[in-house]
Structure formats: C-alpha cells, structure tokens
C-alpha cells in the first residue's frame, strides 16, 4: 500500500516572526532605537499572522533585535553615505511625457546630439512601459517639442526644480539610501513628481515651492550629527544652476 506523501511544514513562529520585521521598517527601526513594547509586537503578529505561541513570536523579537545590534544599524549605514552627499540645484526644470515608441527615441537621440554640446544642460529620457519622460531644461523644451511628433506628446509640466544629490560611490553597496531619502521628503509632506537615480547620483524633481522645504530636509540629513554651533559648518550645497 502506498504511504501518503507527507506534508511539508510550513515556517515556523520565528521565520514568519522575521518576516514581518523585515515588511515593516517602522518597527525594525524601533528595535534598532530599543524604544519598542514586545508584548504589543507580539500581539500584532499573532492577531495578523494567526499565530498560537505568543511567547515564541516574543523570543523571536528579542533575537532579531540582537543581530541587529550585533554590527552597525541599517539606518546609521544609509546616514554616512548621505553624510558624505552634495546637494546640486537645478530651477526652472520641465517635464515632457511621450507615447514609448522607436519614432520618439529617433527624434530624441538626433535632438541630444545638439542639445548635449553644453555639457551643463539638464536633459535626461527616462523609458517605461508605455510612455517616456524627458526631464529637462526649461530653456530646451522649445527646441525637443518642436522635434517630437505633436501627437505623441501626452503631457508637459513647467515650473519645476530638481534636486540631485551626489553621493559617495559607498552608494552603490548600501541598501535603502535612496528610499530614506525619499520616505523622509514623503513624512515632511513633499511630493516628488519623479524620482531618478543614475550611479551614484539621486535626482528629486519637485514644484518649485517645494524647493526650499526638500533642500532644507535633505540638508538636515547630510548634517545630521553635526554641531550646528560650528561656524565652519558647510553648505549642504555645492552648486545652484537657475
């Protein structure tokens, strides 16, 4: 007679436990800063997740907070890569949305070849699934309009500015800096039209009023830790182009 195949088990109170931690940044944060009640943890977990062990979900809590201290925070890593970014200003930035298609990208590439000769010129194409962003200039959007077809062209905003923030290549090995930065220009009400990361640079476009806020939140960040008594203290921005 043929044995039953038996059931695989499914995972345990500490890897679901684990799991949940690592959905929610908001509380693995606050068990990196020790400022959590893992009673109240546990009981949301159990109550979410239909768990039965409450003292299991407790202990595997305690032992993620364990490792976590066991080398430096997650959060303090992504503050010395920003701690070591410079903060360039761009003003009167547009954005231009297009139909994705080869005649788009044709009309762009033989507009950049002219475009590019200034090699301070903003002119960055984004491509997604179904339309293009081109993040440029202002004083641009004349000149690549006139050269895409009049009926490709979805959307167009002026009035806008851009952030980039230029970080060290450390950038490139550390988890999460570009989604801090975003997540705390989001939690001081700042909205991103779009958000572009090229190598180590991080670029926010923003309505022009949301320049000052998001340059000052961003600024707090790169200085954070700092004396903010310290007279030599430097701009957090190196260079304004308007």
């Not at 997740?49 to 993620?64: D, F, H, P």
Request: glycine letters at 4%.
């Amino acid at each position: 007679m043929a044995r039953k195949a038996e059931k695989a088990p499914g995972p345990s109170a500490a890897d679901i436990t684990r799991r949940y931690i690592d959905e929610h940044p908001s509380i693995r944060d606050c068990l990196g800063w020790d400022v959590i009640n893992f009673t109240a943890l546990a009981r949301k977990i159990q109550e979410e997740k239909g768990l039965k062990n409450e003292e299991a979900i407790t202990v595997a809590s305690r032992r993620y907070q364990r490792q976590m201290h066991s080398g430096a925070s997650r959060e303090e890593k992504i503050l010395e890569v920003i701690r070591g970014s410079r903060i360039e200003v761009r003003t009167r930035v547009a954005i231009i949305a297009a139909r994705n298609d080869w005649e788009v990208l044709l009309r762009m590439d033989e507009a950049a070849d002219e475009l590019l000769k200034d090699r301070r010129h903003l002119l960055q194409l984004i491509q997604g699934q179904a339309s293009l962003t081109v993040l440029l200039e202002d004083d641009l959007l004349s000149t690549v309009l006139e050269s895409l077809p009049k009926d490709h062209v979805l959307r167009i905003h002026r009035g806008l500015a851009a952030l980039t923030v230029r970080s060290p290549m450390t950038i490139m090995e550390t988890p999460g800096v570009l989604a801090f930065m975003a997540s705390t220009l989001s939690q001081r009400g700042i909205n991103c039209l779009e958000i572009v990361s090229s190598h180590n640079e991080s670029t926010f476009v923003l309505e022009e009023k949301a320049l000052f806020p998001a340059f000052e939140v961003l600024g707090e960040l790169i200085h954070s830790g700092e004396d903010d008594s310290d007279p030599a203290r430097e701009s957090p921005a190196r260079q304004t182009i308007h």
